[in-house]
């Protein structure tokens, strides 16, 4: 039984580039339907896209983890890749990253960028990168070398289970995370990363949209991790009480008097949320264990792919 592919292409102003994307990916994946969704372009990227042979749609809401909730919620397919529309990535790749999906049975692929143009893969962008995927590996385990690449191979369980909340770049982050807090199998190949097309630029700002991916992270923390998160804030209030009280009680013991109030009271007020902190977090651990067997049945309520393709 052969698997139904579909290649997701979120765009916003790539005009200049998506035609030879689009050839690119029938190209590499002639068994596979192209999908183009635009995201408010004003330069023509939809009818470039048609023109070269995509399907298009089009989402209102700006921002690229907008345009993949869209996609992944419209298309049916049994496996999916996911590529930006920038043409920075090589699409003679994409058959190989299919082709470890289905033999591996894996739930994603990863393309990790290889590229010697400087201009390409800049190295502020570099170095943000490593520092973001060595804090995911740190908080949810060291299986994704390169989370924040923009090419990548699902199976339909992956994409039909996957939240998508997410609204900007910060999707890719999503993306990994959510393979990693279910345990699913995965996987990364090496793949060439070019510089864009001239006529084409970055839409990526990289403090503004590095900001947001670490706030992403801290929020997945909470939310996944809450009792590192809560027994980490907790241990900060329980160190500045203890830093606040510890002068009032060498006082009181000396001379039996509380001359700072205030501060004895803001100290036992430290002390008291520390505490508060360490109980939210038990609390919130074990609804978040109950999330996760949620969003695990989910996952497991979606087919698998079919033996043999």
């Known amino acids: 039984m052969s698997a139904r592919l579909a290649v997701l292409i979120p765009c916003y102003n790539e005009q200049a580039a998506i035609p030879h994307v689009v050839a690119g990916f029938r190209a590499a994946l002639p068994e596979a339907r192209v999908f183009v969704y635009d995201n408010n372009s004003t330069d023509g990227t939809a ?124 999707t890719e982050t999503e993306l990994t995370v959510h393979a990693l807090q279910l345990a699913m199998p995965i996987g990364e190949l090496p793949a060439p990363y070019r510089a864009r097309p001239a006529g084409s630029s970055s839409k990526l700002r990289t403090v503004r949209d590095g900001l947001r991916i670490l706030r992403l992270i801290l929020m997945l923390v909470k939310d996944e991790r809450p009792l590192p998160f809560f027994s980490l804030a907790g241990l900060v209030l329980l160190l500045l009480g203890l830093l606040c009280g510890l002068p009032v009680v060498v006082e009181f013991w000396r ?27 038990l609390i919130l651990d074990s609804v978040g264990r109950g999330r996760r067997e949620v969003k695990r049945l989910a996952y497991l309520a979606i087919p698998g792919p079919p033996d043999g393709q």
């Open 255 to 281: 001379s039996g008097l509380v001359p700072r109030l205030p501060t004895a009271i803001v100290a036992a007020a430290l002390v008291a949320l520390s505490f508060l902190s360490l109980a939210c977090g």
């Open 47 to 170: 009818q470039a896209a048609r023109a070269a042979g995509a399907l298009t749609g089009h989402e209102a809401l700006q921002g690229k983890g907008h345009v993949v909730r869209r996609m992944f919620a419209d298309v049916e397919a049994d496996i999916y890749v996911l590529v930006d529309g920038d043409g920075t990535y090589d699409p003679s790749a994409a058959p190989a990253m299919v082709a470890l999906l289905r033999e591996a049975r894996l739930d994603m692929v990863t393309a990790t960028r290889v590229t010697a143009a400087v201009h390409a893969y800049r190295p502020g962008h570099r170095a943000g990168n490593a520092m973001l995927s060595g804090l995911v590996a740190a908080l949810f385990g060291a299986r994704a070398t390169d989370m924040l690449s923009g090419y990548r191979a699902f199976s339909r369980r992956f994409v039909k289970s996957f939240p998508a909340l997410a609204g900007g770049f910060e």
